[in-house]
């Protein structure tokens, strides 16, 4: 694989984006998702701190734009609470810092999940989309029709909406032969969940627009104390229902039915 530290020479990607149409879909939020550990740390901290990525070859935090796709090690079933994954949504005006946004997921492809529809000559830069955030909407209207579609990552809906590149567009040609591909035993949602890297630290204010936890740290009976500043300073506390002893996917599920009621809530999608 090509070294990452070298500017790619390759526009094309932005290039096809930037000609696509203006888009009137909002944008929408950006989300870190983190265990209730060090989720716990970073309202401590106050901030979400860029840490040392060999994919990008910085130190960075990731972001997902508009979805809750991050996660968590699949290590077997959640057995302790502090386990338990935490979403923080923030508005997207978080984008401004970013210093790199890409259409899927970089450690995936810089871990070749992605070979059946993205060749070895194809970098990782190729697809950075940074420099101008009207590419995300644009990018969304183009290939997914509408946040809805986008969010939901319905690869049958996608594959309707998506319209072949030109002969000569060959890595918008790969973008769209990898998320609407058809094999059994293809990565998952965040193959079209688009990625934001930012390479500084993120405070959570003015920011922070809600955070989704499990509900035996936040409901009627019992509410945590360091997640109370956050709700008297005006953030969402979004409680998802918490089942101890399940895999890691059924906690991501669960956020991710809070996150789709916020954004409907906000007309969003």
Same mark, same amino acid.
């Given at each position: 694989?090509?070294?990452?530290?070298?500017?790619s020479d390759r526009p094309e990607f932005?290039?096809?984006?930037?000609?696509?149409?203006?888009?009137?879909?909002?944008?929408?939020?950006?989300?870190?998702?983190?265990?209730?550990?060090?989720?716990?740390?970073?309202?401590?901290?106050?901030?979400?701190?860029?840490?040392?990525c060999e994919v990008l070859g910085k130190?960075?935090?990731?972001?997902?734009?508009?979805?809750?796709?991050?996660?968590?090690?699949?290590?077997?079933?959640?057995?302790?609470?502090?386990?338990?994954?935490?979403?923080?949504?923030?508005?997207?005006?978080?984008?401004?810092?970013?210093?790199?946004?890409?259409?899927?997921?970089?450690?995936?492809?810089?871990?070749?999940?992605?070979?059946?529809?993205?060749?070895?000559?194809?970098?990782?830069?190729?697809?950075?989309?940074?420099?101008?955030?009207?590419?995300?909407?644009?990018?969304?209207?183009?290939?997914?029709?509408?946040?809805?579609?986008?969010?939901?990552?319905?690869?049958?809906?996608?594959?309707?909406?998506?319209?072949?590149?030109?002969?000569?567009?060959?890595?918008?040609?790969?973008?769209?032969?990898?998320?609407?591909?058809?094999?059994?035993?293809?990565?998952?949602?965040?193959?079209?969940?688009?990625?934001?890297?930012?390479?500084?630290?993120?405070?959570?204010?003015?920011?922070?627009?809600?955070?989704?936890?499990?509900?035996?740290? $936040?409901?009627?009976?019992?509410?945590?104390? $360091?997640?109370?500043?956050?709700?008297?300073?005006?953030?969402?506390i979004l409680p998802y229902r918490h089942?101890?002893?399940?895999?890691?996917?059924?906690?991501?599920?669960?956020?991710?039915?809070?996150?789709?009621?916020?954004?409907?809530?906000?007309?969003?999608?």
């Amino acid at each position: 694989m090509a070294p990452l530290d070298k500017a790619s020479d390759r526009p094309e990607f932005r290039d096809w984006v930037d000609r696509q149409p203006a888009s009137l879909e909002p944008l929408l939020p950006v989300m870190h998702t983190a265990k209730a550990l060090i989720a716990r740390d970073i309202v401590r901290q106050g901030a979400i701190v860029p840490r040392e990525c060999e994919v990008l070859g910085k130190a960075v935090a990731y972001f997902f734009y508009g979805r809750p796709a991050y996660r968590l090690s699949d290590n077997g079933t959640v057995t302790q609470n502090l386990m338990c994954p935490i979403c923080f949504v923030f508005s997207p005006e978080l984008l401004a810092n970013a210093s790199n946004i890409h259409p899927f997921d970089t450690g995936a492809f810089y871990n070749r999940l992605y070979r059946h529809a993205m060749i070895e000559d194809i970098e990782i830069p190729n697809f950075d989309l940074v420099g101008d955030i009207d590419r995300i909407p644009k990018l969304i209207a183009r290939v997914f029709s509408n946040n809805t579609t986008y969010f939901d990552g319905d690869r049958f809906a996608i594959r309707r909406a998506a319209h072949d590149a030109e002969p000569d567009e060959y890595l918008a040609q790969s973008y769209i032969d990898l998320i609407t591909s058809k094999g059994r035993n293809e990565p998952d949602d965040r193959v079209s969940t688009i990625e934001v890297a930012i390479d500084k630290t993120a405070s959570l204010e003015p920011g922070l627009l809600a955070v989704v936890v499990p509900d035996n740290i $936040w409901s009627a009976e019992y509410s945590s104390d $360091w997640l109370r500043p956050l709700s008297d300073g005006g953030v969402e506390i979004l409680p998802y229902r918490h089942v101890m002893g399940r895999e890691p996917s059924h906690y991501r599920d669960a956020i991710e039915v809070q996150v789709r009621a916020f954004l409907l809530g906000r007309g969003l999608i």
